[in-house]
Every structure is written in structure tokens, then in C-alpha cells.
């Protein structure tokens, strides 16, 4: 069931039509168009094919004469993107992303800030593990201290997964709203009626339902609410889909070669990142040609739980492996299933009804594409 086993993809469209898509490479402006200082520096860049690591992260057997070398894809690459909270070091977005350059595709994969995870034995949040790293930092000054706490939440992903994370970037929500400000909005529907203050964070949710404008301040505000939805931080995520989808609408109609250096450059100011210049470049003039049927979008199957009066949501383990070596596997080969979360570190052993609901065996079908969302939007279900 490898990620190439084209009998399990949604048929693709052939290339053509949304050439301003290439931000869907940075899902919320946080992958490669740092590296587009200008269209004719792209285009006098050399098309050369980042660099990556060839090894897979699971262990093979090199005992067996007879075992078939394992060859990473051609021209698939994994991103984390994660945007952080305000106030704290908790990672209020995290996505794992796969773009394909060989079937011109995305595919989102939203991974719950309440993750259940343990670290060192000890039960943690996915929305800490950022925090973990950076605060044990060792390097000098905040950049490094980012690019520590990206290193260890990539790493802890991808030895979980059994994935290869090739690149990351980061984001605070300061800087997204700046980035929504310089593409002038994102025109969109707002479902519901959205109120929620929190003092603490400094934070007053208030939106109105209908067609609408979102500024930066107001978009943060959307993407942020959780407060009424039936499934809490699912429901968000969800409401998330709606926003990326709204938002890659409104780029492309808005952005232009007379706003280009402006977004660029409120980009550049808010981002820190692990790809070189002509990496980025190379992604971007890639992605240009892609299109909405080509993004996929879907939350890592899971259950909301509570433990010792903390909420958290449990990964569904059998789920969890289809979707991730069907979308985010860079090799010809299956990941081994034994090799998937191998240390059981999504679930807590000790624990029966944590492990119920880890070793779940519903399907999963949380899986939209970009262009539906589009057309049809999703219903996201309120307490009230």
C-alpha cells in the first residue's frame, strides 16, 4: 500500500490552469516562497533538485541476500509547517505536507496541538514537544533556539511516523496576520457567529457570519476558534480547511507583480525556515503549474480524550498508518507496519482505554480535496 500504488489516489487532473498556486508550497505562506525575492531570480535560477536524505528512517534487513534494494521516489519531499503561538511556545498549527512533483499533488495532513505523546516516559501534548526542544537549546540567540526546537519536533515526527521530514518551517501568528494584511485579505464566508474572549492571551474572537473580507487581525481570529465546535480542536482544524482553501482563492486573484516584493518581503520578515534560496526557487517554479483538484486536505485520524482532567486526542494506530504511508512515504517500499510508532509512543500501554481507541479499527474518511472545499466548503458541527 505504498504511497505510488496509484489504484488508492484520486484520479489527477492533468497540469494546467491556477499557475498562482504556488502557495499552496507554503500552506499559509510558510514554505517556499521565501526564496522568491523576484520572478527573474527565479527564473534565472538553475533547476537543480534540493538535496535530501536517500536513507529510510525505519531499520532494513541487510541479512537478506535476496531483499530488493529500497529506493527513494523521485521528486517527493515532506514539509513541516507549524505556526506558534502567540504567548507561549505551544505549536498552535502543525502540518506534516508531501508535495509530489511527479503527480503535480499535495497532500495536508493536520496534526492535533493535543496530540497525545509521550517524551522520555513522561505524557505530553504535540504542541509542547517545540517548547521541549528550544528551551534545551543550547545555541545563542532566538533564531537558533527555533531552528533547535523545529529540529526536535521534526525529529520526533519522523521517527514516530516513519517518515522523512526533508524541510521545515515556522511562523508566529504575528507574522500570519502581517502576510494576510499584504495580499490585502482573504474573501471568504464565515460560517458561524464567532465570540470568545481570553484575557490572558490578550486575545477577543469576534467575527459575523457571512461573505466577508478577513483582514490579519480577523483571519488569526478564525483560524484560532475552537471555543463552540463539537469536537474542539477537529472542528477547528476542519474550519482551518476552509481558511487555506479561501485563502489560496484569494491569492490568486489578488496577487500581482505591482504586490509581489511587499508580500515577499512580510514573508522574509516572519518566517525562519531550513531551505536554501535556490531550493525554494526550484519548489516554487514546480508548484506553479498545480491546481486545486491536485491538494488534498485531512486531520491524522483520532479521538478526543480525556486524562487526569487534560484533553487530549488519541491517534487511531491502523488509520494512521494507511494515511501515512499512502501520502507522506518517499520510498518504492511500505513502511514496515512494525517500524510505525514502533515505541508505541501515541499511546500509553498501561492504560486499557487509551489503547482501545490507539488500536482503533474504524476507517477513516476525513479526506477532502482543496477544490471540493471550494465548491461544497465542509460542515463543521457546533455544540450550539
Do not use: C
Request: charged share 20%; hydrophobic share 40%; aromatic share 10%.
Amino acid at each position: 500500500m505504498s504511497k505510488k500504488n496509484k489504484n488508492l489516489r484520486t484520479p489527477k487532473r492533468k497540469r494546467g490552469g491556477s499557475k498562482a498556486l504556488l502557495i499552496v508550497l507554503i500552506v499559509l505562506l510558510v514554505l517556499a516562497i521565501g526564496g522568491m525575492i523576484a520572478y527573474a531570480v527565479i527564473d534565472n535560477m538553475m533547476e537543480t533538485p534540493p538535496s535530501v536524505d536517500t536513507n529510510t528512517p525505519w531499520q532494513n534487513d541487510d541479512s537478506n541476500e535476496n531483499a530488493v534494494p529500497v529506493k527513494r521516489e523521485d521528486g517527493s519531499y515532506n514539509f513541516l509547517v507549524v505556526g506558534r503561538d502567540v504567548v507561549a511556545l505551544n505549536t498552535d498549527v502543525m502540518m506534516v505536507v508531501n508535495l509530489d512533483l511527479d503527480d503535480d499533488s499535495m497532500t495536508i495532513m493536520q496534526m492535533p496541538r493535543d496530540t497525545f505523546i509521550t517524551i522520555d516516559g513522561a505524557v505530553k501534548k504535540l504542541n509542547s514537544v517545540f517548547g521541549i526542544y528550544y528551551n534545551s537549546s543550547s545555541a545563542s540567540g532566538t533564531d537558533g533556539k527555533i531552528h533547535d526546537g523545529m529540529k526536535g519536533l521534526a525529529q520526533t515526527l519522523s521517527s514516530n511516523l516513519a517518515i522523512n521530514i526533508d524541510f521545515y518551517a515556522y511562523m508566529n501568528l504575528d507574522g500570519f496576520g502581517a502576510i494576510v494584511d499584504a495580499i490585502g485579505g482573504v474573501d471568504m464566508y464565515v460560517p458561524y457567529r464567532m465570540y470568545y474572549p481570553d484575557p490572558e492571551q490578550n486575545l477577543l474572537i469576534d467575527l459575523y457570519e457571512g461573505q466577508q473580507t478577513l483582514d490579519g487581525d480577523k483571519a488569526e481570529q478564525f483560524v484560532r476558534f475552537r471555543n463552540s465546535y463539537v469536537h474542539g480542536d477537529t472542528g477547528r482544524q476542519d474550519a482551518q480547511k476552509l481558511f487555506m482553501t479561501a485563502f489560496m482563492e484569494s491569492f490568486k486573484n489578488k496577487i500581482s507583480i505591482t504586490n509581489v516584493v511587499p508580500v515577499v518581503t512580510s514573508i522574509l520578515n516572519n518566517l525562519e525556515h531550513s531551505l536554501t534560496v535556490s531550493d525554494a526557487a526550484y519548489f516554487v517554479k514546480e508548484a506553479m503549474q498545480m491546481d486545486f483538484s491536485n491538494i488534498t486536505m485531512l486531520s491524522a485520524p483520532n479521538t478526543p480524550y480525556t486524562y487526569y482532567g487534560g484533553s487530549y486526542v488519541i491517534l487511531h494506530r491502523n488509520a494512521m498508518y494507511k494515511v501515512v504511508n499512502e501520502n507522506f512515504n518517499l520510498f518504492d517500499t511500505d513502511i514496515p507496519e512494525a517500524s510505525f510508532d514502533k515505541d508505541k509512543n501515541f499511546t500509553l500501554t498501561t492504560d486499557a482505554n487509551i489503547n482501545a481507541i490507539y488500536n482503533s479499527t474504524e476507517e477513516f474518511e476525513g479526506t477532502h480535496s482543496a477544490e471540493d472545499i471550494q465548491q461544497n466548503g465542509i460542515d463543521v458541527d457546533r455544540a450550539w
